[in-house]
């Protein structure tokens, strides 16, 4: 029962993070058409620049011993990625290369990821490598230290006694078709997601530039203070948990994933049976749970989940009706002393009362280029005195483990 709950409330989260950017209102609905669009870029670049900012006031002494130690290693630290990403128009076949450059507290960390995987086959071919930070490899066991790379192919995982072997031809079909119900049902349910807080608004041209070339741009922005984050999370997860589009869409996914997941047919059957109950214990608890929803989101009325900056995030959509940048910042307050009011249990337990005010600012960039272009994309070449096979990482630690006890 539990990894039922688990499914269906990531399945609920993943729609809800999709329903958030549409609405009826043409900004809306212009801005949706551009995710859509971009849905089917096959190839593309993306460069990516985050950092995150954080700052504390009213803390307690050992509070503050921790945050002083703490705070100034995330603010001078930042991320910055550029992925490069080939794939068919079936996506069945793709290939990825990412090159992350991290600076955590002063101290350069970077790494490199690289992804080659086939679905047209009659076996899953999927290789990872990882050219981990040469400091994390200084603390691997004896025989892996000095090497550069870290990979994965999937024929090693599957050949593990009782690893599951799922059809992946079914996987693919699964997979396409998924897509293909997710955009009708998306579409379907815009037209009636409604809220009364305006969340999207059309900000006019711009140009932007990218690889020295501009291009001009309709810029459209998402912006949110405390206040209407509350008033559309709100909406959104009532609007959810009683639409019936939304729980037959669940139902439908959670049953295809089912048929192909590899599992003996008691244990199918077993599953099926735990999901039917769930969902009409869901059915039937509605009500109640409508209530404690609404219940919750009256008790962290008071409490302030955003900053002074809200949420502001912008999208610049290029002639070609693609996205081509995203930037944005999302300024996040957690309050321990408002908080810890919500935890009776600590108050009649006389808990050390936390009092501390901490806000956290994240701000990105992401410019999204060579839309539909090939990506030269090459895989290292890996043997033995350069890479580690992560299955033999793990066995070794494993064995290295079991030798202490």
Do not use: H
């Amino acid at each position: 029962m539990k990894n039922i709950k688990k499914i269906v409330a990531l399945a609920l989260g993943g729609v809800m993070s999709l329903g958030l950017f549409t609405g009826c209102s043409k900004d809306s609905m212009d801005l949706y058409k551009a995710f859509s669009k971009s849905q089917s870029v096959t190839s593309m670049t993306t460069k990516t620049d985050m950092t995150l900012k954080v700052s504390a006031q009213n803390l307690s002494a050992q509070e503050k011993q921790v945050a002083d130690s703490i705070i100034p290693m995330i603010n001078n630290s930042s991320i910055s990625m550029t992925t490069k990403t080939n794939q068919n128009k079936e996506k069945t076949k793709a290939q990825v290369q990412s090159d992350i450059k991290m600076n955590i507290a002063n101290m350069p960390l970077d790494m490199a990821l690289w992804m080659d995987t086939d679905l047209t086959g009659e076996q899953l071919k999927l290789k990872e490598i990882v050219k981990l930070p040469s400091a994390l490899m200084q603390s691997a066991p004896e025989e892996f230290k000095g090497k550069e790379y870290l990979y994965m192919d999937y024929k090693d995982i599957a050949n593990i006694p009782g690893a599951g072997t799922p059809d992946f031809k079914k996987v693919t079909e699964f997979s396409k078709d998924l897509q293909e119900k997710l955009v009708k049902f998306i579409s379907k349910y815009a037209m009636q997601f409604n809220p009364k807080t305006e969340v999207i608004a059309y900000k006019g041209p711009e140009f932007i530039t990218q690889q020295r070339v501009a291009q001009l741009a309709k810029i459209y922005e998402i912006k949110l203070d405390d206040k209407g984050f509350k008033e559309l999370l709100r909406y959104t997860v009532n609007n959810f948990a009683q639409n019936n589009d939304v729980l037959e869409f669940i139902k439908e996914y959670m049953n295809s994933s089912l048929q192909f997941a590899g599992l003996p047919e008691e244990e199918l059957n077993k599953a099926k049976e735990e999901m039917d109950k769930a969902f009409q214990a869901y059915e039937k608890n509605l009500p109640q749970f409508v209530e404690k929803i609404n219940a919750t989101f009256d008790g962290i009325k008071d409490i302030k989940i955003l900053g002074e900056k809200g949420i502001a995030i912008q999208y610049a959509v290029g002639s070609d009706g693609y996205i081509i940048n995203e930037k944005g910042v999302a300024d996040f307050v957690i309050d321990l002393s408002q908080l810890d009011k919500l935890n009776a249990k600590a108050q009649e337990n006389g808990a050390e009362r936390l009092a501390g005010v901490y806000n956290f600012t994240l701000e990105f960039n992401s410019d999204i280029y060579n839309i539909n272009e090939y990506n030269d994309i090459q895989l290292p070449e890996l043997n033995e005195k350069n890479s580690v096979n992560y299955m033999e990482l793990i066995n070794t630690m494993v064995s290295g483990l079991q030798k202490l006890d």
